[in-house]
């Protein structure tokens, strides 16, 4: 026969949230902790001390306990949340907690994130209050919402070990993403996802701003370098640059590609990223990215629009149509530049594909307009038609 398990100590910081966790094992059929071991794959004590009261567990280790009990994982997911929140109920014999809107239906910002660590962790949790969706989940948002969201990028911009700010467009996306989940599960309204979001591209772009600000000396203090000790003496020496950041020199170019490939570098300069990460998050490859931005290749279109839309995010912008046209005035140019016209072809025929698209969207918008007329039209003259013979006298 099992040993009685303890009584929870009214007192207990988390008693409230312990005694769910067992009035829900309860319902379950009260499974012995060894056979709640073998399901959750935790050990007899850490499910033990689960449900003690005195700390509260971790979100993996509630989800194993909860679904080991037949528990759902959103809606335990959402108790924890709620036992994390300042305003959680008090011990069980206290008093009345006041009442407040609850945290689970307040997505969390990073108001207080003065570190890169601590942005992260405040994604997380938004992650977590949304429900907690896999990376698959999030993708498919995504991809609804028309971003391109991998689940490899997702779980590297909320990975623990990650030291530095992801980039402002996963950011947004990730934060988009999170209350599109969100806004269905009727955690939050479709009117309130756009302020949240532009929120978080505030605290974002505050963030970004401070780690690339140099620090404030006071006059004739000396900068700090880095020392190496040898033969009792110090010395310092400066550090080699980080060959992932170096750009290759804009070589012997034409002047229409110089001016792009400087433009294209004053863009890329404001995202403060790699040409490896910024390659990896948008599958290219870094030889050519470093091609595109030292003029000796002209890089597509498409290439303008995303760098663009990447660096106006960092300033905490929306792309602006005349930036976009600028952009595309210097690619033209520095099309023709070319020797060859292929590139020049390929721009042109993309860009009569385009005018295509748009032809037959018109074509198909007119003949719904066309055909919506013509129902009318019949629908009148039917209505005319009953009125005309209304009128006719009748014989005596």
Known sequence: MARPEKPIDPTAPYATFAQQLRKLRKSSGSPTYTTLA??????????????????????????????????????????????????????LDGPAAVEVRPWSTEPP???LAGTPQEFIACLRELKLWAGNPSLTRLEAVAIGRGFHLPRSTIGDALSRNRASLPNAFVVRSLVLACLTFAQRQSRIRAEETRPVADEWQEHWLRLFRSSRRPPRTAPGTPTATLPVLAEKTVRTVALPPRQDHALNPIGEVPHDRRLLAEALRELFGELGLSLRMFAMRHSLDTSTLSRYLSGSRVPPRDFLRVLLREASLCRGQEPAPEALRHLQALHLAALRARPDRLDELRQALDDAQDRLRRNIALEAALKAELLSRQQAIVKLEARLRELQGSRQPQPA
Request: aromatic share 8%; with cysteine; proline share 9%.
């Open 109 to 111: 910002v990073p108001a």
């Open 38 to 91: 073998w399901r959750a794959k935790y050990s007899v004590s850490a499910l033990s001390q689960a449900a003690a009261g005195r700390k509260l567990p971790s979100l993996e280790l509630t989800l194993a306990y909860a679904t080991a009990c037949g528990g759902s994982r959103e809606h335990w997911t959402e108790q924890w949340l709620i036992a994390q929140h300042p305003a959680r109920p008090g011990p």
